[in-house]
């Protein structure tokens, strides 16, 4: 093949994997990504060790809970009271408030032993509890046992962009206790970015991208902080094999390392902020200069006027017109996480082993193709929604991945069973992308932050009490009905998102135009 004709397929393949809208974006959109890629690397060297800390520490397991438990309900106040004043503080001030938190969390970590100072650290400051161990088993689990150091490193694989494998081979399978003695543990299971980072950031990058584009930079945005992840949690895994092998290393003096490290990271995210431009903030009218719209509709649309200039207010007004479209997602989405949070990857895990008699190393790779077929797909996330429209992409992808979870439990083949869940990867994370553009883009531009805030606490709130229903369900016996729960819910929710918002084909979730709301040009607002 010529020179000639390659050129041509090679630029169409970028503009359909979104290559080019993130090449031409401005300098603050990159930035954004890069400071998501840092924080979710910083969490990535910390969650794998945060509970192995706490045992060598000689706390207990049921403190571990508590301390689990007061975490995620801190984070979720932190994260709620931050997104909301962040319009109002200023986006780059909220993003560097919340990077400090981070790394006093981490420096408290690295310095102190104790429990109620590790505590108020978490609670205070963020230190995400994403659990990649198995915590519903904890209170019958001796986490002493656990070690870094017994990792398999050679069963991760770095492409597999996801922690999934490394919850697997971090411990034996076969020295998990039944479910039926430990079903009434209550730790939070939820494996999703907590924090106001998140809010902050996908409001910022809506606000610099126009409606055409935001599905190619949601993409790469949630690609890269699946990078990040993955990175920091074999780099935390490796980091710690090498530190013990010092002399006069315990674990602890490791774990400590690394909590220093996080620190770092988070002094780092602080910093990142101080970059970004004024266009970044919802009151300023710059429109950024390196920002091309490279859609064919880009010459039809009209130019946004320039707003008028209005007086900053700390609390951000919600519309009546917002009003039900919040109410309606976030009883649409705390269905969806509880949803997630009947099956994590550990009771996953802990299905395939007890009930198909896989083994760690059978599982891990496994768990690895599963993460590396769902973290290719995002990339495909892009040019459906180009074409489909957010709304129907978000339905046509998260549907199959929901009847597949259904189906797992049902065949006495094992085969077939890996299978079900194989195919319900290739698409299960394919929406992620295409709702942060719908979510963008049916609020008003200056209620963006609030709200993704106040859906991220829903989400995480929504899904702590599913840990509950598996547990009861497990312990009557009824493991293979917490699949079917669980797909049956998110048949549900993707129904009711359909039913609610798809009336609209393509064209929904079009771009709120709120004249009140005072955001600039740099929303490009059509």
């Not at 986490?143 to 870094?148: D, F, P, R, V, Y």
């Not at 694989?157 to 479910?179: A, E, H, Q, T």
């Amino acid at each position: 093949m010529s020179s000639s004709s390659t050129l041509p397929l090679v630029s169409r393949l970028s503009a359909e994997l979104g290559l080019r809208s993130i090449y031409h974006a401005p300098r603050d959109t990159k930035l954004l990504c890069l400071q998501r890629f840092v924080r979710l690397f910083a969490f990535g060297l910390s969650t794998l060790i945060l509970v192995l800390h706490f045992s060598r520490l000689g706390i207990s397991d049921s403190r571990i809970g508590f301390f689990m438990t007061l975490t995620l309900l801190g984070d979720v106040a932190s994260t709620s009271c931050l997104t909301i004043l962040a319009d109002g503080l200023g986006r780059r001030n909220t993003l560097m408030l919340a990077a400090v938190l981070m790394s006093a969390s981490g420096a408290v970590f690295a310095l102190s032993g104790t429990y109620w100072a590790l505590v108020a650290a978490s609670v205070l400051g963020i230190m995400s509890p994403r659990c990649v161990t198995p915590f519903l088993f904890i209170s019958s689990l001796s986490i002493s046992s656990l070690s870094i150091s017994s990792l398999s490193i050679s069963s991760l694989s770095i492409s597999s962009l996801s922690i999934s494998s490394l919850s697997i081979s971090s411990l034996s399978i076969s020295s998990l206790p039944s479910p039926k003695t430990s079903a009434n543990t209550t730790t939070p299971t939820s494996g999703a970015e907590i924090g106001p980072f998140r809010a902050v950031e996908e409001s910022t990058l809506a606000h610099l991208t126009s409606p055409s584009l935001r599905s190619d930079i949601f993409t790469w945005y949630t690609l890269g902080g699946k990078a990040g992840t993955a990175l920091g949690t074999l780099a935390c895994g490796w980091a710690v094999q090498a530190l013990q092998q010092r002399d006069g290393w315990t674990p602890t003096h490791a774990y400590r390392a690394l909590f220093g490290a996080y620190a770092s990271l988070g002094l780092l995210n602080a910093l990142l902020p101080l970059l970004l431009s004024p266009a970044c903030e919802r009151s300023s009218s710059l429109q950024p200069a390196s920002f091309i719209d490279t859609s064919e509709t880009a010459a039809l649309l009209p130019r946004p006027s320039p707003p008028e200039r209005e007086r900053k207010r700390l609390l951000p007004s919600l519309s009546p017109a917002s009003r039900p479209v919040l109410l309606r997602l976030s009883v649409l989405f705390a269905l969806e996480a509880f949803a997630s949070g009947l099956v994590p990857a550990s009771w996953l895990a802990y299905f395939f082993s007890t009930t198909h008699g896989m083994g760690p190393s059978a599982l891990g790779a496994l768990f690895s193709l599963t993460a590396t077929l769902s973290t290719l797909s995002i990339l495909l996330a892009a040019p459906l929604a180009r074409r489909l429209g957010p709304v129907r992409t978000m339905v046509a992808t998260h549907l199959p991945a929901a009847i597949f979870l259904a189906l797992v439990p049902l065949p006495r083949s094992r085969a077939l069973a890996v299978l079900f869940l194989v195919l319900r990867s290739c698409t299960m994370s394919m929406d992620q992308a295409p709702r942060e553009t719908f979510v963008s883009q049916v609020v008003g531009a200056g209620e963006r932050t609030a709200v993704m805030g106040v859906l991220g606490g829903v989400k995480t709130l929504g899904g702590s009490g599913a840990p509950w229903v598996t547990g009861g369900l497990v312990q009557g016996g009824r493991f293979e009905f917490c699949f079917v729960v669980a797909g049956g819910v998110k048949v549900g929710y993707d129904l009711g998102v359909l039913a609610m918002f798809g009336g609209g084909g393509r064209g929904v979730g079009a771009e709120r135009e709120d004249g009140e709301d005072g955001d600039g040009g740099g929303d490009g607002r059509k």
